[in-house]
């Protein structure tokens, strides 16, 4: 039985000065959405569904986690969630730490 990948972990790293308070601020917002609208390809759709969780970390630095749905027709970017923070996505490092199935999404 082939195993079907759900989502994608997305760690992202900011370069220029930001706080804990001003991330975690930015992503209560965004979860408090209902519906977030982007245009993708000249085509409107609901990038909210495609968000699963969001957590803001502070090690050394300030980073953000994503988990994005990666679902074919159903996948949600990190940029694009960036941008519907208000936050520039070149002004940062994204990295895919990890790929999980239906039964990972389900532990979120």
Do not use: C
Not at 20 to 26: D, P, S
Not at 52 to 61: I, P
Not at 74 to 92: I, K, S
């Amino acid at each position: 039985m082939q195993t079907q990948i759900a989502a994608s972990l997305f760690v992202i790293e900011f370069l220029d000065p930001i706080t804990y308070e001003e991330v975690t601020n930015l992503l209560e917002g965004l979860f408090q959405q209902d519906e977030i609208s982007r245009i993708r390809r000249g085509k409107q759709y609901d990038l909210r569904p495609l968000i699963f969780k969001g957590e803001v970390v502070q090690d050394a630095s300030v980073q953000l986690k994503l988990w994005l749905s990666t679902r074919e027709g159903q996948t949600g970017r990190p940029d694009e969630v960036l941008l519907a923070m208000g936050l520039d996505p070149y002004a940062t490092h994204i990295h895919r730490l990890a790929l999980l199935t239906e039964a990972d999404v389900a532990k979120l």
